[in-house]
């Protein structure tokens, strides 16, 4: 592996090749926005960032097609 490849954030160096129904986790969408934990959820409450599907009262996951949708509206 190159040294660019062992640099490339664990939660999204798959991304590109998952389907649009596919879901991620809390740590690939704090790295698609570059952003904290606390600002991933400001940015679903102030709608900026697409809500959540819950798996369990503790388990939040995002859809990979609405995070892909809300990312080329953002640009």
Same mark, same amino acid.
């Given at each position: 592996?190159? #040294?660019?490849?062992?640099?490339?954030?664990?939660? @999204? +160096?798959?991304?590109? #090749? @998952? *389907?649009?129904? /596919?879901? $991620? +986790?809390?740590?690939? $969408?704090?790295? @698609?926005?570059?952003?904290?934990? /606390?600002?991933?959820? +400001?940015?679903?409450?102030?709608? +900026?960032?697409?809500? *959540?599907?819950?798996?369990? *009262?503790?388990?939040?996951?995002?859809? $990979?097609?609405?995070?892909? #949708? /809300? @990312? /080329?509206?953002?640009?």
């Amino acid at each position: 592996m190159s #040294q660019q490849t062992n640099s490339i954030n664990p939660a @999204l +160096r798959d991304f590109d #090749q @998952l *389907p649009d129904s /596919a879901h $991620v +986790r809390l740590p690939a $969408v704090k790295a @698609l926005y570059a952003c904290s934990p /606390a600002s991933v959820w +400001r940015g679903v409450k102030q709608g +900026r960032i697409p809500k *959540p599907h819950k798996l369990s *009262p503790r388990t939040a996951c995002w859809n $990979v097609g609405e995070l892909r #949708q /809300a @990312l /080329a509206i953002s640009k």
